[in-house]
């Protein structure tokens, strides 16, 4: 027997959840509408929210659009619906990226089932963070790192859990990367433009308490939002030694087109709410992926053909600060109420 409409509360509930999701800069480039029948929640691109020159091509907005309807799909179990995805679904419209038809059977409520995924992730989305700080060098438990390259494989996407080899070669990469953006005065600007004071009023971009420190020893290359000195903006913060030698996993995938990047996006947020669980810590380093030339060089060349889409730091650490959301009003359009379709 197939669900009633989504009701007004549950719209909201999908809506919160998918708004959580991470994004390049916490742009949240997304908005969210109930399909015409009012059975499902169509994910659209917001266009005016992009990074254009850390994402010249649209990858990151996919990304960040997949993760939020990964983030839908992890809700919609938690009201006990299942849920089909249909991604790209309609070619004269490039801003709908994806459907999620939730007007199937019901499925058995959570809790205490495990749901779809395997455990329930629901709560792991709230407290979800990045956080940019030190980590320990104590490894991720070997189960671990298999139930996060599952759980990616899952989702179409491969997540290779590097050695020290590739790891050297990844930090090398960034941080080439990074010197280039810390000497690229547009970029700064750009950057810079997505910065946030503490304790103000702002439901996107980066309030300066989720920056973090640099590393002292230059090892971990992670970025320098608020610029280099003499340039600097909001409170210094002291460098700190951070791990020896991080944990690093990449996002592969064999294509490279809008559909991938919406997998991946799927594919990062299950692994990062997995990691969450596991009380673990998550950073993307995302300087590369920006550069055409340095994202093919975070490749294995020994794994044969594949496109990096995201590089990640795992790790064991303190928790990341928050960051703001936008208000549902501003994600969720219920201005054209859900009705039968036209003749």
């Known amino acids: 027997m197939s669900q009633s409409a989504l009701t007004p509360a549950d719209l909201r509930l999908l809506a919160a959840a998918g708004g959580a999701a991470p994004s390049l800069h916490n742009s949240q ?15 659209l691109a917001d266009p005016d929210r992009s990074v254009p020159l850390a994402d010249a091509n649209g990858a990151a907005l996919h990304i960040a659009a997949g993760a939020a309807l990964f983030n839908l799909r992890v809700a919609a179990a938690r009201l006990g619906r299942e849920g089909s995805v249909r991604l790209l679904p309609d070619p004269a419209d490039p801003h709908l990226l994806a459907v999620l038809d939730l007007a199937g059977p019901a499925a058995a409520p959570l809790p205490p089932a495990p749901g779809p995924f395997g455990r329930d992730l629901y709560p792991a989305i709230a407290a979800r963070r990045s956080s940019r700080r030190p980590f320990t060098n104590r490894d991720v438990p070997e189960a671990v790192a298999a139930e996060l390259i599952a759980a990616a494989r899952d989702e179409g996407v491969a997540l290779a859990v590097l050695e020290e080899e590739g790891v050297r070669r990844v930090l090398e990469v960034t941080t080439e990367a990074e010197d280039r953006i810390a000497h690229d005065p547009a970029r700064q600007v750009e950057t810079r433009s997505w910065l946030r004071p503490d304790g103000g009023e702002a439901s996107d971009g980066l309030p300066y308490a989720v920056l973090g420190p640099q590393d002292h020893d230059a090892r971990v290359p992670m970025r320098e939002f608020a610029g280099r000195p003499p340039f600097h903006e909001g409170p210094p913060q002291p460098s700190q030694r951070f ?47 920006e550069w055409p030339d340095l994202r093919w060089r975070l490749r294995d060349p020994a794994e044969g053909p594949g496109h990096v889409q ?3 730091r795992v790790g064991y650490g303190p928790p990341g600060a928050a960051t703001p959301r936008r208000p549902l009003e501003d994600v969720l359009d219920l201005s054209a109420p859900p009705g039968p379709a036209g003749p």
């Open 310 to 312: 995201l590089v990640l």
């Open 29 to 43: 480039p997304w908005r969210f509408r109930p399909t015409q029948d009012g059975g499902g929640v169509e994910v």
């Open 243 to 289: 791990e020896a030698l991080p944990q690093l996993c990449t996002l592969l995938t064999t294509g490279d087109g809008p559909a991938d990047w919406l997998r991946t996006g799927q594919a990062l947020e299950r692994v990062w709410l997995l990691v969450t669980v596991h009380g673990l810590r998550l950073t993307v380093l995302h300087q590369a992926v």
